[in-house]
């Protein structure tokens, strides 16, 4: 069933994932994948989980939508994301050909998209994707901070109930 929906509201569906991956203690990051206005899979950060560095929320989403769609390329498709990808996510984005990417939040230590490095639209590869950023910024931010806040608080509760060394 098609139904197309405005960026914010796919956005809204990648923040579900995003804080969906909080909850197992993941990097709070999700991904929708839509093509031709349907919602084609949907994924969050699976790297702790996996114990796989790759498992990262826009590759779990690419994959499953090859696999949902029998192809490796996904034209005509949008990538939403809640956090700004990163080089590597970058460049499955490339590889996978889809023709939009709109993200929440930039990231200013490992964007691959704009805050670092320009490899979704750069014209020196063989695929470009159109990148929109902005969309939900701040929620899409405020799951994140609330997210390393807690893991801070936590991190410092063990410390602190840990006995001291002995001399």
């Known amino acids: 069933m098609r139904c197309t929906m405005t960026d914010e509201e796919y956005m809204q569906l990648a923040l579900q994932e995003a804080r969906a991956?909080?909850?197992l203690g993941e990097i709070p990051i999700g991904a929708v994948l839509v093509v031709d206005g349907v919602v084609v899979a949907r994924a969050?950060?699976?790297?702790?989980?996996?114990?796989?560095?790759?498992a990262h929320a826009e590759v779990i989403v690419i994959q499953e939508a090859c696999k949902k769609l029998g192809r490796w390329?996904?034209?005509n498709s949008a990538?939403?994301?809640?956090?700004?990808?990163?080089?590597?996510?970058?460049?499955?984005?490339?590889?996978?050909?889809?023709d939009r990417v709109v993200y929440g939040c930039p990231d200013a230590k490992a964007g691959g998209a704009e805050s670092i490095f320009?490899?979704?639209?750069?014209?020196?590869?063989?695929?470009?994707?159109?990148?929109s950023?902005?969309?939900?910024?701040?929620?899409?931010?405020?799951?994140?901070?609330d997210f390393f806040k807690r893991r801070r608080a936590e991190n410092k509760l063990a410390k602190t109930a840990q006995p001291e060394a002995e001399s």
Do not use: F
Request: glycine share 4%; aromatic share 4%; proline share 5%.
């Open 21 to 23: 991956a909080a909850e």
């Open 44 to 54: 969050h950060n699976m790297r702790e989980t996996w114990n796989d560095a790759t």
């Open 73 to 75: 390329r996904l034209s």
């Open 79 to 98: 990538l939403y994301v809640t956090v700004e990808p990163c080089p590597m996510c970058s460049g499955a984005i490339v590889n996978s050909r889809i």
């Open 118 to 131: 320009n490899i979704i639209s750069n014209p020196n590869l063989n695929h470009t994707a159109k990148v």
């Open 133 to 145: 950023s902005g969309v939900c910024e701040a929620e899409c931010a405020q799951v994140m901070k």
